[in-house]
């Protein structure tokens, strides 16, 4: 009853059910015991703790029998708690486990023919076909709708993929690239499962990066890389099919955003409560207790809205500028609250020992992935004014 203790002040997970409550108490169990004693050292690194991916897969958590009975899908608010759970732990599994999750699934789910989605969406959810999303490019990040470089050459029944992509996270160890390319007959924007290990791929990690350690961003080369029509996902036709991924996409991450605030916020407490400064516990100081509250207060409002989003998504009515505010507002909170965490442990909120650091440095890479701050608030602002403010 009190998974969430500490860092659901106003009690939201109370709108859970019990079988979905089972299945996240499942989770934390697994994240407890096996992957929260190995992240910081892997961290440090900078490599993937490849080892967790089967037990990780064996977990059922995309298709848990007690919530997909009779064909039933799990509801998103409970598959928004899934990836709060996972990044209270760890940003990087978050990020991973989401890869999965949201971006290759749903992917999948909204671009993909009836036949596509029925043949493939049993192996993705039991991790048997693993799957990532390359958009981004060298030359392209912000303005990657309007410059889409990556070219895709139609040659009977195969397309001929040339380009680049960049920071495509946990290509690594997944069997597929959802790679965005425009079509060179009529201009448009469409999406194809290409096999990492496929001949013309070539994969690079991106080394020295102080966010997201854990994660292997790539830098990847597609030369002459031939796809059967029948790995082009047939509902993607133009760059607004992709827009409405980016949507399902960043409402996910609005919520990983908003677990690596619980996971930090739990360490500050933690941290206050034990270390002892002129004789008691730091956390009786009235300027450490104004931090915490301060973090408990971006946390719970930062809950509150994408507990509301995901409410919308169930209902079916939420909008590419309902998600892009939860993701550029949630992950400002996000910035503070980690900053706050990293304060109240002193000298130790430097180091890998008290949790908050990763926290700290991984926050930076949910700031700017799945759309930067300032992005996300131009296409809000485009929707609450009428007027668009991106330029080419
Ligand atoms: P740029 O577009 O070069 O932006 C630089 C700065 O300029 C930003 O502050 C930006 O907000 C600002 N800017 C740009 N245009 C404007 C404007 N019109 N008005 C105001 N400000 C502007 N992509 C994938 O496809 N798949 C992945 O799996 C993936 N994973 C990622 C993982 C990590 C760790 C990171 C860091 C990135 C990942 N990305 C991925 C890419 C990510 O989505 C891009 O980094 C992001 O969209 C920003 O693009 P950019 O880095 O090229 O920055």
């Known amino acids: 009853?009190?998974?969430?203790?500490?860092?659901?002040?106003?009690?939201?997970?109370?709108?859970?059910?019990?079988?979905?409550?089972?299945?996240?108490?499942?989770?934390?169990?697994?994240?407890?015991?096996?992957?929260?004693?190995?992240?910081?050292?892997?961290?440090?690194?900078?490599?993937?703790?490849?080892?967790?991916?089967?037990?990780?897969?064996?977990?059922?958590?995309?298709?848990?029998?007690?919530?997909?009975?009779?064909?039933?899908?799990?509801?998103?608010?409970?598959?928004?708690?899934?990836?709060?759970?996972?990044?209270?732990?760890?940003?990087?599994?978050?990020?991973?486990?989401?890869?999965?999750?949201?971006?290759?699934?749903?992917?999948?789910?909204?671009?993909?023919?009836?036949?596509?989605?029925?043949?493939?969406?049993?192996?993705?959810t039991r991790f048997q076909m693993t799957g990532v999303f390359a958009l981004t490019e060298p030359e392209h990040g912000s303005d990657i709708a309007g410059g889409l470089a990556t070219t895709a050459r139609r040659e009977g029944d195969t397309w001929v993929i040339d380009g680049a992509k960049r920071w495509i996270g946990s290509a690594a160890y997944s069997d597929y690239l959802t790679v965005v390319a425009r079509d060179e007959a009529d201009g448009k924007a469409k999406a194809?499962?290409?096999?990492?290990?496929?001949?013309?791929?070539?994969?690079?990690?991106?080394?020295?990066?102080?966010?997201?350690?854990?994660?292997?961003?790539?830098?990847?080369?597609?030369?002459?890389?031939?796809?059967?029509?029948?790995?082009?996902?047939?509902?993607?036709?133009?760059?607004?099919?992709?827009?409405?991924?980016?949507?399902?996409?960043?409402?996910?991450?609005?919520w990983i955003a908003t677990g690596v605030q619980a996971g930090a916020y739990e360490a500050a407490l933690r941290y206050v409560l034990e270390r002892h400064q002129f004789g008691r516990p730091i956390g009786g100081f009235q300027l450490v207790q104004d931090k915490l509250v301060r973090m408990l207060g971006n946390l719970t409002a930062s809950l509150g809205m994408v507990v509301r989003l995901a409410q919308q998504q169930d209902a079916g009515v939420y909008r590419d500028e309902d998600s892009a505010l939860a993701k550029a507002w949630v992950s400002a909170r996000?910035?503070?609250?980690?900053?706050?965490?990293?304060?109240?442990?002193?000298?130790?909120?430097?180091?890998?020992?008290?949790?908050?650091?990763?926290?700290?440095?991984?926050?930076e890479a949910v700031y700017t992935y799945e759309g930067t701050n300032e992005i996300n608030t131009l296409v809000v602002g485009r929707a609450i004014t009428g007027l668009s403010a991106f330029t080419r």
């Open 1 to 124: 009853a009190d998974l969430y203790a500490r860092s659901d002040q106003y009690g939201y997970a109370s709108l859970l059910t019990d079988d979905e409550r089972a299945v996240l108490a499942t989770l934390r169990t697994f994240l407890e015991t096996q992957a929260a004693p190995l992240v910081a050292e892997h961290w440090e690194r900078g490599e993937f703790p490849t080892q967790l991916l089967a037990p990780l897969a064996d977990l059922d958590l995309m298709a848990p029998p007690s919530l997909t009975a009779g064909g039933a899908r799990p509801r998103q608010l409970f598959e928004g708690f899934r990836v709060f759970e996972l990044a209270r732990t760890d940003a990087s599994l978050a990020t991973y486990f989401n890869g999965q999750a949201s971006l290759f699934r749903s992917n999948v789910l909204l671009g993909g023919s009836a036949e596509q989605v029925a043949r493939w969406d049993p192996l993705i």
């Open 334 to 363: 996000m910035r503070e609250t980690v900053a706050l965490a990293r304060e109240v442990a002193g000298g130790e909120g430097i180091t890998l020992a008290t949790d908050v650091a990763r926290f700290f440095a991984d926050a």
């Open 192 to 254: 194809f499962l290409v096999r990492t290990d496929a001949p013309g791929v070539e994969l690079r990690k991106i080394g020295g990066k102080i966010a997201l350690r854990m994660v292997n961003n790539a830098d990847i080369t597609l030369t002459e890389v031939r796809v059967g029509e029948e790995y082009r996902l047939q509902r993607v036709n133009s760059f607004a099919d992709i827009a409405a991924m980016l949507r399902a996409m960043r409402a996910g991450v609005a």
